[in-house]
């Protein structure tokens, strides 16, 4: 006998997840590995970048729990803050327009803005970006941060910034956007990479404007996605550390799914992320 599981699918900038509103609901799954696998095939199931679980909390109003499409849990997802924002707001589960989401890397604050009456963007205040390689985590190296460090593939040299948004990230900068090697470097760096233990999502960046980059991604567990939120900061913070854009400004990071909104602030060292998120459908999920 089939597991009934209703969920939405929502998405931030082409970068979509099955939702399955835990708090409300009580559903025993056997595991959120395999549903999540499951629920992503596009053929056999939903179709998605992955899945993301609105759980109960205590240390915030409700708790955010994201797994790739290989079934891997990522420990953070922009986008998926966003849309968890949009849909607690929608369905009741809180009853601020401010209110705290708990995630396996930490809490954040969370913002929805309304527009006649709906959710129209949402702002996450995303944290302290982390700099040191430890915690990133990656290994080698001598310096304290990972600033365009040469790292080698295919007897090329290109340079890396590492940075974590309560996940890894790795960036390239490149002149043409795209031309970047996105599906050579992704799969090399991303899953079974020695240096990265963890994994590492990777991103290219082009600057476009003195407040504005392009950037695209390979994410760890998902491959190619449309958009990716902790990237986004992750590659602001990395322009900002090599000079190419300004902390204290609204940046804009263009994605292949849309724009967002990214600022670094000086005095807190937080990382502000606004952006859009969309509901697609409501449906069963027959496990
Ligand atoms: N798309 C997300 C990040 C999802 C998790 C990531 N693949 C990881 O494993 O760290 C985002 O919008 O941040």
Not at 237 to 257: F, K, Q, W
Request: glycine share 10%; hydrophobic share 40%; aromatic share 8%.
């Amino acid at each position: 006998m089939s597991i009934e599981i209703p969920f939405t699918k929502m998405h931030g900038l082409g970068n979509c997840y099955v939702y399955i509103d835990l708090v409300s609901q009580l559903i025993d799954i056997p595991s959120y590995s395999d549903l999540a696998v499951k629920a992503a095939d596009a053929h056999t199931g939903i179709g998605s970048d992955g899945l993301i679980l609105i759980v109960p909390s205590n240390r915030a109003d409700i708790m955010m729990r994201i797994f790739n499409k290989d079934g891997s849990e990522g420990k953070n997802c922009g986008n998926g803050l966003r849309c968890v924002a949009k849909y607690a707001y929608e369905h009741g589960l809180v009853n601020r327009k401010s209110f705290k989401i708990e995630t396996l890397s930490g809490v954040v604050d969370a913002e929805v803005h309304l527009k006649d009456g709906q959710v129209d963007l949402v702002t996450i205040d995303m944290g302290k970006p982390v700099l040191d390689r430890k915690r990133i985590p990656m290994k080698g190296g001598d310096q304290e941060k990972v600033i365009d460090e040469p790292i080698s593939f295919n007897d090329q040299t290109f340079n890396i910034t590492a940075v974590s948004m309560g996940n890894p990230h790795g960036l390239f900068f490149v002149e043409k956007i795209d031309e970047a090697p996105i599906h050579e470097l992704g799969p090399f760096l991303a899953d079974h990479h020695p240096a990265f233990p963890e994994g590492l999502n990777v991103g290219f960046i082009e600057k476009i404007a003195n407040d504005a980059i392009e950037y695209r991604v390979w994410e760890r567990g998902s491959g190619m996605t449309q958009a990716c939120g902790t990237g986004a900061c992750a590659a602001v913070a990395a322009s900002v550390l090599t000079g190419r854009l300004s902390m204290d400004e609204t940046n804009t990071v263009h994605l292949a799914g849309g724009d967002l909104y990214i600022k670094w602030l000086s005095d807190s060292q937080h990382v502000l992320m606004t952006g859009g998120a969309t509901t697609i459908c409501k449906g069963i999920f027959y496990l």
